[in-house]
């Protein structure tokens, strides 16, 4: 009995020291800027979302990232989608000024005062931020409890025939249906 | 009959290795069976991991691909509820840990690359993340192969089987070890029978070779006893006679003198003939002449001669059957038998008493009608040991000379022969019974005892006689008595002789004696009726066998010692008399 003390409090040890191991394996061991994590999100929705048939890109094609109205990222959204192929498809940013339908954005991050209501309908994932837009667009971001979290107006994303995979659901906020 | 009892037990050691063997066989089979059943549990649970894996890596995909650790948490937490999952991890490109969970302390390690091998009793599955091709993390999932619940079952199962192949190996040599006991007593058991059958077969031969020298020394003791008894009772009459004959030599001998002791010679000669025929009949050798009797008429003829015999102090006493059936029985036999019975009471009587005889209806077996004859007396009776022997010949409790052993040995013949039995009833003591039974005879008559008188000889005969024996001096006899009668006589000494003799002279009756070296009497007869038919012929012996054996061909037959008027009678029955 005696020597069974310190081995059970050895053992009391180690899990405490395990568990906090655990602990601070949670949240980014590294803690990137909220805008950088924003830019990496943004880089990777495309993985999670179905376009109809027409407006797929080509083989070898990029698959176009747009940021209209505004570019709160700068060279981190450049970073980001470096080296990023989703199914063989790079991504390529295009910043322009307001929507365009020759521009043939896949997705577009809406910032500043550009409207949101002109690829209503259109096979377009729209991403707003709450930060910079009252207006929400299928993926809307926030900041909850200090990490950077999203909503999904899925209702939105299957009126303008988009299917966002339930991985992706799964990690949302919140899930807008009809 | 030695048994082998090796043949028991050759078989015996092979079964039981045998049954070892099986045992054994059983038992791998049985453990083979649980251990395949476990290699495809193994399998099936390597392919169970395998897959949750899998399913752990497309359900964290996103959140990994967000860093949303919380969701990625929840994802493998949900794995809690498998109680086998130990640990699983979700690693990213660069190898940290991103979300998991352990159910043991430190079995999660930080870095992917510090995922031990898996243990014995563990499943390591290790499962890429992919995200559009893309490989994006690993998913590292530790599974307990098998509850321990699981394995102490198996383990029990085993330590089972293994436990009842050795009480069946235990059993089985028990078992064989009971049997060859068992056989080993047995073999010996079967030895020591074939011991004693053995001795027992030696003890049976020596029983019958004591058996055979007990006879051979009866024989000789009854031979001796013969001896003695008759030997003693044929000097006295021998005396007898040889004194009367001395006396009739004499040259100045009286009328009344010569009578009296020819008279003696006769009564002596026929007392040594009732004895000589005591001892036929006791070896049946003398034929019986049965004839129809009246017993209660036979018995009260016997009365005043039996009160004579018996002498004063003993009272004879008859109580007669109102309505006895005849009975057929020699009565000389007869007569003797009842002497014989009548003078054993009175010897046991040797201070007076009282012998009752009785007639009565009694059966014999089967319901066969029979007459009993009894003798009570009132005298000392016979011992339980000398009962059993009472009938042996010579067997006799008188004095050396006093008795023959042979009275009750003639009842027993006579009643033997006559188809009849006897019974002896005595308490030491309190007397004696003997019962004589004699069958009935229902249909014949009573035959008219004739009376032989003294009929005179002197009537005149003639004619020729030839007389033929092989003895000498009973031939001479013969011819003294025939010529007596008026006969003339010629005489040859054996069967061929008169059978010459009777071819050449003229004779008209032929007396020959039956027993004769060469042709015998019978056989000449039979030559005779062939030669000269017609021809009386008269047989004579002493003994009877040969008659017996063959017949006498319904020749008239005169039995030795014969006295002249038995002669005469046959011969004037043969011849018609020429008076």
């Avoid at chain 1, 994590?37 to 929705?45: P, R």
């Avoid at chain 2, 009694?362 to 339980?384: C, N, Q, V």
């Avoid at chain 2, 023959?404 to 188809?419: I, K, R």
Wanted: neutral net charge.
């Amino acid at each position: 009995m005696a020597r069974a003390l310190p081995l059970i409090a050895a053992r009391l040890l180690r899990g405490l020291f395990a568990a906090s191991l655990l602990a601070l394996s949670g949240p980014a061991p590294s803690q990137p800027s909220e805008a950088a994590v924003k830019a990496a999100f943004l880089g990777k929705f495309p993985a999670y979302v179905g376009w109809p048939a027409e407006s797929r890109p080509a083989a070898g094609e990029p698959i176009i990232l747009c940021l209209i109205g505004g570019d709160p990222f700068g060279k981190l959204i450049d970073d980001a989608v470096r080296g990023q192929q989703i199914d063989r498809h790079p991504i390529q940013v295009k910043r322009i000024p307001r929507p365009d339908d020759g521009a043939g954005c896949a997705l577009a991050f809406v910032a500043g005062a550009s409207t949101i209501e002109a690829m209503k309908g259109k096979p377009v994932l729209t991403v707003t931020d709450s930060r910079n837009s009252a207006q929400r667009g299928m993926i809307h971001f926030v900041v909850d409890q200090g990490r950077v979290r999203f909503h999904i107006d899925q209702a939105a994303a299957v009126r303008s025939r988009l299917a966002i995979n339930s991985r992706l659901l799964a990690l949302a906020l919140t899930v807008k249906k009809d | 009959m030695p048994t082998h009892p090796t043949r028991f037990a050759s078989g015996g050691r092979t079964i039981p290795i045998m049954m070892g063997l099986l045992a054994m066989l059983l038992v791998a089979i049985g453990i083979g069976v649980i251990f395949q059943n476990e290699a495809n549990y193994r399998e099936q649970k390597t392919r169970e991991t395998n897959v949750q894996a899998e399913i752990l890596a497309a359900s964290v995909t996103a959140a990994l691909d967000f860093q949303d650790a919380p969701t990625a948490r929840e994802s493998v937490d949900a794995l809690r509820v498998n109680p086998q999952i130990l640990a699983a991890g979700i690693y990213g490109k660069d190898g940290a840990l991103f979300a998991g969970y352990e159910r043991r302390p430190r079995s999660l390690p930080n870095r992917a690359l510090a995922w031990p091998a898996a243990g014995d009793n563990m499943v390591l599955a290790v499962y890429p993340i992919v995200r559009s091709g893309e490989r994006i993390g690993t998913v590292y999932l530790l599974s307990q192969r098998e509850p321990l619940k699981r394995r102490i079952t198996r383990y029990g199962i085993v330590a089972l089987l293994l436990l009842l192949a050795a009480m069946i190996v235990t059993a089985l040599g028990v078992a064989h070890n009971l049997l060859r006991r068992s056989n080993r007593a047995l073999g010996e058991r079967a030895e020591a029978l074939s011991d004693a059958y053995a001795e027992l077969q030696v003890q049976v031969e020596e029983r019958a070779r004591a058996e055979e020298q007990l006879r051979q020394a009866q024989k000789m003791q009854a031979l001796g006893q013969l001896t003695g008894g008759i030997a003693h009772d044929f000097n006295n009459l021998l005396t007898v006679i040889q004194g009367s004959a001395d006396i009739l030599r004499r040259p100045d001998v009286d009328d009344a003198k010569r009578i009296r002791f020819a008279e003696a010679i006769v009564q002596t000669t026929g007392r040594a003939a009732a004895l000589t025929a005591q001892l036929l009949a006791f070896s049946r050798r003398q034929p019986l002449k049965p004839q129809v009797i009246d017993l209660n008429r036979k018995i009260r003829a016997m009365t005043e001669l039996l009160d004579r015999t018996l002498g004063e102090r003993v009272e004879v006493v008859s109580d007669l059957a109102a309505n006895p059936c005849r009975i057929e029985a020699d009565p000389a036999q007869l007569e003797a038998a009842i002497l014989n019975v009548a003078v054993n009471a009175r010897d046991a009587m040797p201070g007076g008493g009282k012998l009752t005889i009785r007639t009565g209806s009694a059966s014999l077996g089967e319901d066969k009608p029979a007459m009993a004859l009894a003798f009570a007396d009132t005298g000392s009776g016979i011992g339980e040991e000398d009962l059993a022997r009472v009938f042996e010949p010579f067997f006799t409790t008188k004095a050396v000379g006093k008795g023959t052993g042979l009275g009750l040995s003639q009842v027993y013949g006579f009643a033997a022969q006559s188809g009849g039995d006897v019974r002896v009833d005595s308490r030491l003591g309190e007397g004696t019974t003997v019962t004589i039974l004699l069958p009935c005879n229902l249909h014949g008559h009573e035959e008219a005892e004739e009376e032989i008188e003294a009929r005179p000889v002197i009537v005149s005969r003639s004619g020729r006689i030839l007389v033929v024996d092989d003895n000498e001096e009973v031939g001479m006899f013969a011819e003294i008595l025939l010529q007596e009668l008026g006969y003339e006589v010629r005489r040859a000494t054996s069967g061929s002789e008169a059978l010459e003799l009777a071819q050449s002279e003229r004779f008209d009756l032929v007396f020959t004696d039956v027993v004769m070296p060469g042709m015998s009497g019978l056989q000449l007869a039979e030559a005779l009726d062939r030669a000269r038919p017609g021809l009386p012929i008269i047989l004579t012996t002493g003994f009877s066998d040969e008659v017996t054996r063959s017949g006498s061909g319904g020749r008239p037959v005169v039995f030795k010692p014969y006295r002249l008027e038995a002669l005469t009678e046959a011969i004037d029955k043969a011849l018609p008399r020429k008076v």
